[in-house]
């Protein structure tokens, strides 16, 4: 891969990453409502969960909706259903008291490595990555893409789990965290828009 093709996938994989999406979305709430600490398995999960979907999709599961064009759909109608979901699960999150205390569980590795895998947002970059930046889907070149999403993305989304954890001083009032939290999974609604759209 030439430098500026490595140049130009970074930059896809910044502006992927960081911009609001439902990963960042929901980890603006954990970081709001559990803190940073408590949030770690969640973005420990995006990180490293997306980094082998991109792997497993540049290896061949391109090839299944290629090949059964209604498996997209199935994807489709799952993952909608997840999100909203998950939106109800936000709006119901405590009141932030403490990092040990706060109300609710945050998402664990697990739930956050597999909820790839239904979101919207994680399989279109990772398919439009795979075309665009690995062409030839070869194993190499499927690693590379993988790596560089895999670097990029762990500081991105914590950003967004710092930004929400700030928040934690103006959520004192269970009027705020429940306006705060019924906004995070409104916005988290509405980040399906686009896989909503004909």
Not at 28 to 56: D, E, K, Q, W
Not at 86 to 114: C, V, Y
Not at 148 to 171: D, E, H, K
Not at 176 to 197: E, I, Y
Request: one cysteine or more.
């Amino acid at each position: 891969m030439s430098y500026d093709m490595l140049s130009a996938l970074a930059l896809f994989a910044l502006v992927s990453s960081i911009t609001p999406g439902p990963n960042n979305l929901m980890l603006m709430a954990s970081g709001a409502n559990f803190g940073f600490a408590r949030t770690i398995p969640h973005m420990l999960g995006i990180g490293i969960g997306f980094t082998v979907m991109i792997v497993l999709v540049g290896i061949g599961l391109m090839q299944v909706f290629d090949t059964f064009p209604v498996a997209h759909l199935i994807l489709k109608v799952v993952s909608i259903a997840y999100l909203l979901w998950l939106a109800a699960k936000i709006t119901r999150a405590g009141a932030p008291a403490s990092e040990a205390s706060a109300s609710g569980t945050p998402l664990s590795f697990l739930q956050a490595a597999a909820f790839q895998w239904v979101n919207p947002k994680a399989w279109t970059m990772a398919l439009t990555a795979i075309s665009l930046y690995a062409p030839d889907r070869t194993l190499w070149s499927v690693c590379m893409v993988a790596v560089v999403f895999g670097v990029i993305n762990l500081p991105s989304v914590s950003t967004w789990t710092v930004l929400g954890q700030q928040m934690r001083r103006i959520l004192t009032n269970p009027t705020r965290l429940t306006a705060f939290n019924w906004t995070m999974a409104a916005l988290l609604v509405a980040s399906l828009w686009p896989v909503l759209r004909p």
